[in-house]
Protein backbone atom coordinates (compact mmCIF):
# COMPACT_ATOMS: atom_id res chain seq x y z
CA UNK A 1 0.00 0.00 0.00
CA UNK A 2 1.06 3.34 -0.84
CA UNK A 3 0.03 6.76 1.37
CA UNK A 4 0.34 10.33 0.83
CA UNK A 5 -0.20 12.73 3.37
CA UNK A 6 -0.04 16.96 2.22
CA UNK A 7 -0.46 19.60 5.00
CA UNK A 8 -0.83 22.89 3.27
CA UNK A 9 -1.62 26.07 5.40
CA UNK A 10 0.95 28.66 7.50
CA UNK A 11 4.40 29.02 6.70
CA UNK A 12 5.03 25.22 5.04
CA UNK A 13 3.47 22.53 3.11
CA UNK A 14 4.76 19.01 4.58
CA UNK A 15 4.68 16.50 2.31
CA UNK A 16 4.85 12.68 3.43
CA UNK A 17 4.64 9.50 1.01
CA UNK A 18 5.25 6.02 2.16
CA UNK A 19 5.61 2.75 0.68
CA UNK A 20 6.48 -0.92 1.85
CA UNK A 21 9.31 -0.44 4.14
CA UNK A 22 10.64 3.24 2.77
CA UNK A 23 9.40 6.46 2.91
CA UNK A 24 9.94 10.37 1.79
CA UNK A 25 9.16 13.79 3.64
CA UNK A 26 9.35 16.98 2.73
CA UNK A 27 9.00 20.44 3.83
CA UNK A 28 8.88 23.37 1.34
CA UNK A 29 7.72 27.48 1.77
CA UNK A 30 3.98 27.90 1.36
CA UNK A 31 4.15 31.78 1.36
CA UNK A 32 6.04 33.61 -1.57
CA UNK A 33 9.23 35.72 0.39
CA UNK A 34 7.53 38.91 -1.52
CA UNK A 35 3.64 38.36 -1.87
CA UNK A 36 3.20 41.92 -2.38
CA UNK A 37 3.15 42.57 -5.92
CA UNK A 38 1.40 39.22 -6.99
CA UNK A 39 -1.56 40.78 -4.79
CA UNK A 40 -1.61 43.73 -6.90
Not at 2 to 22: L, M, P, Y
Request: aromatic residues 12%; hydrophobic residues 35%; proline residues 8%.
Amino acid sequence: MKRISVDIGGTFTDCFFAWEDQYVEAKALTTHPQPGPRLQ
